[in-house]
């Protein structure tokens, strides 16, 4: 079992950053897929960045220019670094590890409110 503890999550005006961390409790956390999804009320979970095991990363359109995703092997943590942010960009964050169909894990979430 792994467990990942989130943080950063805040309150923050339009056009601000925030920076989240995800750390794991596993030795191996090389060998995991990282990624950040989000849930805001009343909608479904939703992918926001990826970056794999060999650092490639992905992220949604949505945020493309204006998040970043990275890791940190040595310290087990993956990063989310949100400029520009909007309204529409608040929910509560999670973060996810994935290695292979059966190891699976998800973090308790951090809130992440954009307004003014």
């Known amino acids: 079992q792994v467990q990942l503890v989130e943080s950063g999550g805040g309150l923050v005006q339009p056009g601000g950053s925030l920076r989240l961390s995800c750390v794991a409790s596993?030795?191996?956390?090389?060998?995991?897929?990282m990624g950040w999804y989000r849930q805001a009320p009343g909608k479904q979970r939703e992918l926001v960045a990826v970056?794999?095991?060999?650092?490639?990363?992905n992220l949604a359109d949505s945020v493309k220019g204006r998040f970043t995703i990275s890791r940190d092997n040595a310290m087990k943590s993956v990063y989310l670094q949100m400029n520009s942010l909007k309204p529409e960009d608040t929910a509560v964050y999670y973060c996810?590890?994935?290695?292979?169909?059966?190891?699976?894990?998800w973090g308790q979430g951090t809130q992440v409110t954009v307004s003014s």
């Open positions: 996810n590890a994935k290695w292979g169909p059966n190891y699976v894990y």
């Open positions: 596993t030795n191996i956390f090389s060998r995991y897929h």
């Open positions: 970056i794999t095991s060999g650092g490639t990363t």
